[in-house]
Structures are given as structure tokens and as C-alpha cells.
């Protein structure tokens, strides 16, 4: 994945700083050419461990996935978003 640095550093940053709760429910599945697609509904809650700040998440989210060498490798997620830090809104 061309973006594989920068969703690292997302995930990074959400379980340093956060409390997560995450459930994934794969709602359809297809294959095609050795390439696998879930269609998944994705609930995160997120609960700052500095207290104050928290966010609910609820996306259908696309994960493509191939096997290379033996082993599933997630080749794209769509939308990004889902995995982006806390976002803390002033007022």
C-alpha cells in the first residue's frame, strides 16, 4: 500500500492516546482474480486517555485483500478515514 507509512503513524497515534473500542462485521464478501473484497460495517469508539474528548465512528468500509506468498495482506482501505487519530474540537 502505497499509504502504509502514514495509516502506521494513524493507528499509532489513535492507541497511544485513546481507549478504543472497535467492532468490524463483514456484511458481504466476493472474489475475484485471487482478490478477495469485504464490505464491512465499522463501529469505533474512541475515549481520550487524557479525559474530555471522545468520538463514535460508524463506517461501511471496503478492504481489499490478495495473498502473497502464502500470507492475506490488506492491499486497500476505503475510506482512509476510519483510521485517522482522535479529533479534538475547540471551542
Given at each position: 500500500m502505497k499509504t502504509f507509512g502514514t495509516i502506521e503513524e494513524?493507528?499509532?497515534?489513535?492507541?497511544?492516546?485513546?481507549?478504543?473500542?472497535?467492532?468490524?462485521?463483514?456484511?458481504?464478501?466476493s472474489e475475484t482474480d485471487g482478490l478477495t473484497v469485504?464490505?464491512?460495517?465499522w463501529y469505533m469508539q474512541l475515549k481520550s486517555l487524557g479525559g474530555g474528548a471522545s468520538e463514535r465512528r460508524?463506517?461501511?468500509?471496503?478492504?481489499?485483500?490478495?495473498?502473497?506468498?502464502?500470507k492475506w495482506?490488506?492491499?486497500?482501505?476505503d475510506p482512509i478515514e476510519i483510521l485517522y487519530p482522535l479529533r479534538i474540537q475547540s471551542r
Open positions: 494513524n493507528i499509532s497515534a489513535l492507541t497511544a492516546q485513546n481507549e478504543i473500542l472497535c467492532a468490524i462485521d463483514v456484511v458481504e464478501e469485504l464490505d464491512a460495517d460508524r463506517e461501511r468500509v471496503r478492504l481489499k485483500l490478495k495473498k502473497f506468498q502464502g495482506k490488506i492491499i486497500s482501505i
